[in-house]
């Protein structure tokens, strides 16, 4: 067994290098002894989004950087953006399956990100019995074959399968008290989205919920778990790819639709996100739906 940091960039999720820039990537990593997959994943930054990752043969052996702990079959974790990762099969197991999600959030799913089983920073649920571990196993495959079908919404319909899965690991988490998030955080992930054509400062933003600016900012990046300008652009990026998949409005348009009056650097901040830019982006869908894979 050995370890690999990643640093290049290739086009295999499961070997090291590869760029996620996607809101969602899903996949299984079937690490067998010896196999060219038997080696640590190493990211000591962790990652831009968050990670699910079940279990579904052998065993994984996890790191928190000062303590290490096994998972086994049903067994499923919620690793938190820039966080750490490193894990890779366990030596007492000939085998770790498992499957996994990358995915960046949608606002309102924050909530049942807190997870309240865990392990230092990672959640961590075990299913309660075979049947949930089937249901589970199916919906993280389903995410996934979503996810790759090249239909055109298909990164939506994935999230709502995504969705579906958070709220029954909610249901699963037998430490879940259920908690609720600040009515002036979440009014102020209603206004910037109600507003997204403005360029609002967070001084307004957070007069209209009537907090001083430093308050919303820490608030916020405490309850939602990222800055907020930050959260803004991730929402700005989201919506112009449904606009751009949807609609037949110019990439200016798109732009300006989401708060971007400068096409330039509408584009930057979009191929920022996604590696590509806002026309590709455009023609690779329309190319997919064109060709009748729908
Ligand atoms: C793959 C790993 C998997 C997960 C995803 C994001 O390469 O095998 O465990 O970390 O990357």
């Known amino acids: 067994m050995y370890q690999r940091i990643e640093t290049d960039t290739q086009s295999n ?7 996620f820039k996607s809101y969602l990537v899903a996949g299984l990593t079937p690490i067998d002894a010896g196999r060219e997959l038997d080696f640590f ?3 000591p930054k962790g990652m831009r989004g968050y990670i699910l990752n079940l279990t579904i043969e052998g065993q994984g052996e996890i790191s ?17 953006p820039d966080k750490l990762h490193y894990y890779g099969r366990a030596k007492e197991s000939s085998c770790w399956h498992h499957r996994w999600i990358y995915f960046c959030p949608r606002a309102y ?16 649920i075990s299913l ?17 074959l979503t996810q790759q079908s090249g ?5 939506e319909l994935s999230m709502n399968l995504l969705e579906r899965l958070l709220l029954r690991c909610m249901e699963e988490d037998p430490k879940n008290p259920q908690k609720i998030m600040d009515p002036r955080i979440i009014e102020a992930c209603q206004f910037i989205t109600n507003n997204m054509s403005n360029t609002l400062s967070v001084d307004e933003i957070a007069h209209h919920v009537c907090l001083s600016a ?3 900012t820490h608030l916020f990046r405490e309850q939602v778990g990222i800055n907020i300008l930050r959260w ?4 700005r990026v989201m919506r112009a790819k449904l606009l751009l998949q949807t609609t037949q409005d110019s990439i200016g348009n798109v732009g300006r639709r989401v708060g971007y009056d400068d096409q330039l650097y509408f584009s930057r901040v979009f191929r920022k996100h996604s590696g590509i830019s806002p026309s590709e982006y455009r023609s690779h869908h329309s190319h997919l739906s064109y060709a009748g894979i729908e």
């Open 128 to 144: 309660s019995n075979s049947h949930v571990f089937d249901e589970f196993d199916e919906l993280f495959h389903s995410i996934e």
């Open 41 to 43: 994943i190493d990211r």
């Open 109 to 124: 799913w924050i909530d049942w990100l807190e997870w309240y089983s865990r392990k230092q920073f990672i959640g961590y």
């Open 13 to 19: 999720p499961l070997l090291p290098g590869y760029r």
């Open 64 to 80: 928190d950087g000062t303590q290490t702990f096994h998972c086994h079959p049903g067994d499923v974790l919620l690793f938190p």
């Open 214 to 216: 430093s308050r919303l």
């Open 232 to 235: 803004r652009e991730d929402q």
């Open 151 to 155: 239909r055109r919404l298909s990164e």
